[in-house]
């Protein structure tokens, strides 16, 4: 299969990363602790995925994600019970922290001193309330389990190993691939050892000989870019890694004509259970979930309601009369 041949060449010729085992380890017995307790558990990813240029790694592509998605969804989860690996680019926003990081407000500024003591800020004190109770119900039951990758290769590797140890929890295992992951890469073989280098006379420094040319190479004085696919992990996944498992996953387009066509291109190519399809500028309050059942179903935040922060999707993890309300807050919309 050919599916089958390019997921083996991948795996032969990009080396693990170093964190795996440890990351293995990990998961192994947080995955073999809830299900023996009976939880139902869910892998979120979230983040960017880079491409490197270079072993030594200057330069790199990335894919565009703050994380939110992911870190905002794995709450949810949480509140609902699930025990969530959260597999994330390093960095990237973390549940619960993310409402204090990666602002310009520092998480300095919700807290003042009082009488030689740090007390948080009066305005701020039912939402930190919140928050902490939460982070500290998910931290009692050890109900989150945080993971990290940085490039394509580290995601990859780390999303076969945790589809592999969730493979026994059969239908109450849920994928959650909010990350966004790279289409293209510099395979391992055509990859240089060292920084490019942009000024003609030091070109050949630069490079180990290598039977083929290097994928991100100078030619006179332009940077030539020559990435290669990335092989279909989704097509894994469904069929091979995790083929009981509910498997939701995203579609980040800029190009409203081809969202929904894409997602259920998606659809009908992975045979899965819900391509939720977002773009770029709109994803903080729109999304479409494309799904066999309920065919195409879009979710609105209402303009009242539309803050920085929102993430558009409680709704799939949400109960009942949560989905009731975001289909009035759809009404609204239209
Ligand atoms: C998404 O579409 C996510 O919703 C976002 C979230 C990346 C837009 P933020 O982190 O953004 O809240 O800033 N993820 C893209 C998923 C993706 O890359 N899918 C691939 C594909 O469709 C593989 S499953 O081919």
């Given at each position: 299969m050919a599916a089958q041949q390019a997921e083996n060449d991948y795996f032969a010729n990009?080396?693990?990363?170093?964190?795996?085992?440890?990351?293995?380890?990990?998961?192994?017995?947080?995955?073999g602790r809830h299900a023996a307790g009976g939880r139902r558990v869910v892998l979120v990813t979230s983040g960017g995925t880079t491409v490197p240029l270079e072993t030594q790694t200057v330069r790199y592509i990335d894919n565009f994600s703050a994380g939110t998605r992911g870190a905002t969804s794995a709450e949810y989860f949480l509140a609902h019970g699930y025990a969530v690996v959260f597999l994330h680019r390093q960095f990237s926003l973390l549940p619960y922290s993310r409402h204090y990081s990666h602002n310009t407000r520092s998480f300095l500024d919700y807290m003042r001193e009082e009488r030689g003591?740090?007390?948080?800020?009066?305005?701020?004190?039912?939402?930190?309330?919140?928050?902490?109770?939460?982070?500290?119900?998910?931290?009692?039951d050890d109900r989150l389990l945080i993971l990290s990758y940085v490039t394509i290769?580290?995601?990859?590797?780390?999303?076969?190993?945790?589809?592999?140890?969730?493979?026994?929890?059969?239908?109450?295992?849920?994928?959650?691939?909010?990350a966004a992951v790279s289409d293209f890469f510099v395979p391992q073989d055509r990859m240089v050892e060292h920084k490019i280098q942009s000024n003609e006379e030091f070109l050949?420094?630069?490079?180990?000989?290598?039977?083929?040319?290097?994928?991100?190479?100078?030619?006179?004085?332009?940077?030539?870019?020559?990435?290669?696919p990335v092989p279909k992990f989704l097509k894994q996944l469904v069929d091979g890694w995790a083929p009981d498992a509910m498997i939701v996953s995203f579609k980040l387009e800029t190009d409203p004509a081809l969202l929904v066509k894409k997602a259920q291109y998606a659809l009908n190519k992975y045979a899965h259970h819900l391509v939720i399809g977002n773009l770029l500028h709109t994803r903080k309050w729109e999304v479409v979930f494309v799904s066999e059942l309920?065919?195409?179903?879009?979710?609105?935040?209402?303009?009242?309601?539309?803050?920085?922060?929102?993430?558009?999707?409680?709704?799939?993890?949400?109960?009942?009369?949560?989905?009731?309300?975001?289909?009035?807050?759809?009404?609204?919309e239209s």
């Open positions: 990009e080396p693990p990363p170093r964190d795996l085992p440890a990351n293995t380890t990990l998961a192994r017995a947080f995955i003591r740090v007390v948080v800020d009066a305005q701020h004190q039912a939402e930190m309330l919140r928050v902490l109770r939460e982070y500290a119900a998910a931290k009692r290769t580290e995601y990859l590797w780390n999303l076969r190993e945790v589809a592999k140890l969730m493979r026994p929890l059969g239908p109450s295992a849920i994928f959650y691939l909010a050949a420094l630069g490079r180990a000989p290598s039977a083929k040319p290097p994928a991100a190479r100078t030619e006179g004085k332009s940077l030539i870019i020559d990435l290669e309920d065919g195409e179903k879009w979710i609105r935040v209402p303009r009242s309601r539309r803050t920085k922060s929102f993430s558009g999707v409680q709704s799939l993890v949400g109960s009942a009369d949560h989905a009731a309300k975001m289909d009035s807050f759809e009404a609204d």
